[in-house]
């Protein structure tokens, strides 16, 4: 089984290595030829550890969940390599998700840490100079906002995640060489920040002074589940769109948890209780307690085929939000979203999906941005880290990023009461000239069924498509 040190090939399986290296909580580390494996060799072994520590996470085998996640720790870094990268972020968020089994344990770790609103704008911000994604889901809503409200005198963009204020003023811009001239513009931006509506509204409404467009900014503070639509002051006569950039998979979670509470099988589990009892009667018992009891939470996730949104024909919050903007009858609405299935049943379900989105994004990112950047370094920690330890670590109302794809939104906004608007040839020659100018070289668009789908080479990340309410065109 043991090679010649600098190998950087091996005869047998690393899930059998690894699962050898378990049987040793002894030892000080990993074998020297690990660390002299070609890259290459090393990302691929790199993987299977973490499949196989995953698989120890999800059946609640603490302790050799523990000896996995020591050896990766000698393997994988922050500031390597592609998988060396990645690798790091998914064994911090398996031992987030395995220090859950002690709340007590898991708060004090957190109890200090400060969550900057601040900082996740920036790393939003650094996300969009750095990625194409989000100026695509820009250039693809502006030209698709452009056609459709070709001839209207007044228009009312509605953004559910108001913060660039770049992708409004192209807009604005765009619309001032209008043969007919500019439209009178409103938008609507959302966000649960005063202050970057506040910032917003400076910056497009000094846009539209210097254009000479009548224009007004409606802020509105507020998260997307508890939106009240009454706010959004539609007037009649206005010609409405609305922009929907990565938003509407967090809806999902509302509704998990509103089914997971509903449900008897919820209602009646014992398992806090029963956590309670254990630590009281014998500390001695709890990896008994862990390896049985507490396998709905670090295995399979709670959401059950009965008790997913995913096994509904539309979810109630879906449903409820969309009923009550087709009231508005928008002439149009575009949607942008990661095209991955991250709200799977299960863990391991969600481990694989991700690693193979989170894969692509690191790789895609290494090719616009150094190894030693600091901004790299950010976008990779704060943005990508924190959203691979949510989709992991993370149940219930507190998993956000429940992430599904083309094939599962299509019928669900169907259902609403939605038809597809086909995304013109135009559109798709602006978002190709945009990849150009920007030398993003390895991005690729796609069109699925009148829907452009964003990949990085061959692996499909975000979808963009457009729609119409139906019932009121």
Request: hydrophobic content about 40%.
């Amino acid at each position: 089984m043991v090679q010649e040190e600098g190998s950087s090939s091996f005869g047998s399986s690393p899930l059998h290595l690894f699962s050898m290296m378990s049987l040793s909580p002894g030892v000080g580390s990993p074998y020297p030829w690990l660390r002299e494996m070609r890259s290459e060799d090393r990302g691929l072994f790199l993987i299977h550890l973490l499949i196989a520590c995953a698989n120890h996470v999800a059946s609640g085998n603490v302790e050799n969940a523990n000896i996995g996640l020591e050896y990766i720790s000698h393997l994988a870094s922050p500031d390597g390599d592609t998988m060396q990268r990645i690798v790091a972020y998914f064994t911090e968020a398996l031992a987030d998700r395995m220090l859950k089994g002690w709340p007590g344990l898991h708060k004090a770790l957190n109890s200090t840490k400060i969550t900057s609103v601040t900082e996740e704008i920036i790393v939003q911000k650094l996300f969009f100079e750095f990625c194409p994604f989000l100026k695509l889901a820009y250039v693809i809503t502006n030209q698709a906002i452009l056609e459709a409200m070709e001839g209207e005198k007044v228009v009312h963009i509605i953004d559910l995640n108001s913060f660039e204020p770049a992708q409004w003023i192209s807009l604005l811009q765009a619309l001032r060489e209008r043969p007919e001239g500019p439209p009178h513009l409103r938008i609507t931006g959302i966000h649960e920040q005063k202050g970057v509506l506040e910032q917003m509204a400076n910056r497009l409404n000094q846009e539209a002074e210097k254009l000479d467009i009548p224009f007004q900014f409606n802020p509105i503070v507020s998260r997307l589940e508890n939106l009240d639509v009454e706010s959004l002051r539609v007037k009649s006569g206005e010609a409405v769109a609305i922009s929907s950039v990565l938003q509407l998979h967090s809806l999902l979670a509302v509704d998990d948890e509103m089914l997971r509470r509903n449900s008897p099988l919820v209602n009646k589990s014992p398992n806090a209780v029963h956590f309670q009892r254990v630590l009281q009667m014998n500390p001695r018992t709890l990896g008994d307690f862990l390896d049985k009891d507490v396998i709905n939470t670090c295995g399979a996730s709670p959401d059950s085929e009965s008790s997913s949104p995913l096994s509904l024909p539309i979810p109630p919050k879906i449903a409820s939000f969309l009923n009550a903007i087709s009231v508005l009858s928008p002439k149009l609405m575009v949607v942008t979203e990661q095209e991955s299935n991250h709200n799977g049943f299960s863990l391991m379900e969600r481990i694989t999906e991700a690693l193979n989105f989170y894969a692509a994004l690191f790789d895609g990112l290494e090719s616009t941005a150094p190894r030693a950047s600091i901004e790299r370094q950010k976008i990779e920690k704060m943005l990508f880290g924190e959203e691979i330890k949510n989709i992991i670590s993370c149940e219930g109302l507190d998993r956000k990023k429940r992430h599904e794809k083309l094939d599962k939104w299509i019928p669900r906004l169907e259902l609403a009461g939605l038809g597809k608007v086909p995304l013109s040839y135009h559109v798709m020659l602006q978002a190709r000239r945009l990849l150009h100018s920007y030398n993003y070289d390895g991005y690729k668009i796609k069109v699925e069924n009148g829907c452009f789908v964003i990949c990085w080479q061959d692996q499909p990340l975000f979808s963009a498509s457009a729609w119409r309410f139906i019932r009121y065109s």
